[in-house]
C-alpha cells in the first residue's frame, strides 16, 4: 500500500517560504528544507524540480499571501496618502509582533541576493516593483483629486520614489531593534512628499 502524503504543493511551499524569508536563498540548504518543512528530499522533489523551483513556488506563495493582503488597500480606488501611511503602518506592526529585527520583505531580500543573477528571479522582483508603483500612482492621483491646490509634481516619478523607499524601509528594518525610528522615517518620507506634490 502505497504511504499517504504528509504535505501539500502548497504547504510545503508555505513552510518554505517561512525558511527562506529568514535566511535567504543561499543561506538555504536541502538538509535546511528537509528540517524546516519535515518533508524528506524525495518528497521535495516530487513536488519541486529542486530548491531554485521551490523558492520561485515560496516566491509566488509570499506574493499572494502576504504582500497582497498588505497592499490591497492601496490599490483600492479610494487610496490616498493616509491608505499609504496606513500600509507602512501595518507592515511596521507585522515586523513588531515578530519581534524587530525580524526577515524584512521576501521580495526586498531577493532582489539583492538573487535578482541579478537569475533572470526569472528578476522578473518576479520587477513584477513586484511594477506594482507596488502601479498601487502608489493610484494613492497620489487619488490624493490630488481631493487636493484643493494645483498638483505640479510628476506623480509617476513619485511613485517610483516611493517604490525605492519601501524597499530601502524594508531592507533597513532588518538591522533595526527600534520601531519608532522606521515609524518617524515613514512620517518624515510622506511629509516631504506632500510637499514635493504642491511645489
Avoid at 517560504?17 to 519535515?38: I, N
Avoid at 523551483?53 to 492601496?74: C, G, I, M, N, S
Avoid at 487610496?79 to 521576501?106: H, K, M, N
Wanted: proline share 3%; hydrophobic share 45%; charged share 25%.
Amino acid at each position: 500500500m502505497p504511504r499517504l502524503r504528509s504535505h501539500t504543493k502548497e504547504s510545503l511551499a508555505e513552510s518554505a517560504m517561512r525558511r527562506f524569508w529568514s535566511h535567504g536563498f543561499e543561506g538555504t540548504s536541502m538538509d535546511d528544507l528537509v528540517k524546516s518543512t519535515g518533508v524528506s528530499r524525495h518528497g521535495i522533489y516530487r513536488d519541486f524540480a529542486g530548491k531554485r523551483e521551490l523558492f520561485l513556488a515560496a516566491l509566488d506563495r509570499y506574493k499572494h499571501h502576504v504582500v497582497t493582503p498588505a497592499f490591497a488597500q492601496v490599490e483600492a480606488d479610494d487610496a490616498d496618502l493616509d491608505t499609504v501611511a496606513a500600509f507602512f503602518e501595518y507592515q511596521i506592526d507585522q515586523a513588531v509582533a515578530i519581534d524587530l529585527p525580524r526577515s524584512g520583505c521576501l521580495f526586498a531580500n531577493t532582489m539583492t541576493e538573487i535578482a541579478p543573477h537569475d533572470s526569472a528571479v528578476h522578473e518576479c522582483v520587477q513584477a513586484h516593483h511594477d506594482r507596488l508603483r502601479a498601487g502608489f500612482l493610484n494613492a497620489l492621483q487619488n490624493n490630488a483629486c481631493k487636493s484643493d491646490g494645483p498638483v505640479s509634481a510628476d506623480l509617476a516619478a513619485l511613485a517610483q520614489v516611493m517604490v525605492v523607499f519601501a524597499q530601502g524601509l524594508w531592507t533597513t528594518s532588518r538591522g533595526y531593534a527600534d520601531d519608532m525610528t522606521l515609524r518617524r522615517s515613514v512620517t518624515d518620507f510622506l511629509d516631504m512628499l506632500r510637499v514635493r506634490i504642491t511645489l
